[in-house]
């Protein structure tokens, strides 16, 4: 295999360094075995490889050894075995024999407790309830009063647009006093320009004096 690293740190490396080199160097790995990804060799494909031969006293030995381990190994599992059996028979918290009468006095006991909280719970269920329906209730009725001020407020302001308008009304202009309107604005003319002095006075229409003058 073949990989690219750094250059080892010696003085060539410093001097190359010195005079700007990119130089790399190229290191080669030599795997000590083959890679297990790798296939097996063309050579080796058809080889079978020859099972050793072990003498009568090798195999007797490793049988004898074997038998040992196995029967070591039986022997820890039937002693833990008989631990576990021990200790379930001597514990009392999970292993309690009733009688009918016992089971039956213990079902009671569990359903008068189940009753109970459900009594308990029943009760602080309604006290919630009852304490958020006073609370919607209350919000409701806020809501209610709050738009019944909305409501009276637009009525008022719409009272006094109306009153408003009407008192406009009265300086209309109508078919039946067109004329004297006509004459009116005639005999009376407006100028509406006017100019404003560095003193803020406001200098109206054809009255209006030339500031030099």
């Not at 490889?49 to 599992?77: A, D, G």
């Not at 006509?182 to 100019?195: M, R």
């Amino acid at each position: 295999m073949l990989r690219a690293g750094c250059q080892l740190f010696n003085p060539s490396t410093v001097a190359a360094a010195k005079t700007g080199s990119n130089n790399f160097a190229l290191e080669f790995v030599r795997w000590r075995r083959k890679p297990r990804w790798l296939p097996v060799a063309k050579s080796k494909v058809f080889r079978v490889p020859e099972r050793k031969k072990q003498s009568e006293e090798e195999r007797t030995e490793l049988m004898r050894l074997h038998n040992n381990y196995k029967t070591q190994l039986r022997s820890v599992r039937q002693y833990l075995r008989q631990e576990v059996v021990r200790q379930q028979e001597t514990s009392t918290a999970d292993h309690i024999v009733f009688t009918p009468e016992q089971e039956e006095a213990e079902f009671q006991r569990c359903l008068d407790v189940n009753a109970a909280w459900n009594a308990q719970i029943t009760k602080e269920r309604e006290v919630r309830l009852a304490k958020e329906r006073e609370e919607k209730v209350a919000y409701i009725q806020d809501r209610i009063e709050a738009g019944k001020l909305r409501a009276e407020e637009q009525r008022e302001r719409a009272d006094q647009r109306i009153r408003h308008e009407i008192e406009q009304s009265k300086t209309f202009i109508t078919r039946d006093n067109l004329d004297s309107a006509i004459e009116t604005a005639l005999a009376n003319p407006v100028d509406h320009n006017y100019a404003i002095d560095l003193e803020g006075n406001m200098l109206r229409g054809r009255s209006t004096q030339s500031l030099t003058s």
